[in-house]
């Protein structure tokens, strides 16, 4: 018996659950895979549900997955069109697809609209494709010396 003030060692993952349960194979799975998962399942019965397509672009993007996390930015976009944020974001997928133009053009489409963080942008490692481009200069330029 147990001491009363100790609790019992868990089982091991090994012996956690049966072999071939859903159980077991939930356990073996990653965070980042179960919330792809479930986020898909969330957008085929809610394609405009905005905030999982941000976080489901975002996820798919970590799995190194980047075509299908900018088809979810575009989506995204679709959905919210005057939406300052899911342009940036599509900017950055187009960016780490090295797509200058597309990206620059979306980054534009985003400061039009009001994104004004230029600091994060200047850091921003999705970016970092495009940060050498005369254009992503002039575009910071150009805004960044506007009011707000």
Request: hydrophobic share 35%; net charge positive.
């Amino acid at each position: 018996m147990p001491h009363p003030g100790k609790r019992p060692t868990p089982p091991s993952s090994e012996t956690a659950f049966p072999p071939g349960s859903v159980l077991a194979f939930l356990a073996e799975r990653s965070q980042l895979d179960f919330e792809v998962e479930f986020y898909g399942k969330v957008i085929s019965g809610s394609p405009t549900f905005a905030e999982v397509l941000r976080v489901q672009a975002s996820n798919l993007t970590t799995k190194g997955r980047l075509q299908d996390g900018l088809a979810i930015d575009r989506q995204l976009v679709a959905t919210r069109p005057a939406d300052p944020t899911a342009h940036y974001n599509l900017a950055c997928r187009y960016a780490l697809l090295k797509q200058a133009d597309q990206a620059l053009g979306s980054l534009r489409k985003a400061v039009e609209l009001g994104y004004r963080d230029f600091g994060f942008m200047e850091e921003d490692h999705d970016l970092d494709s495009i940060r050498k481009d005369p254009r992503f200069r002039q575009l910071v330029k150009e805004y960044r010396t506007q009011k707000k």
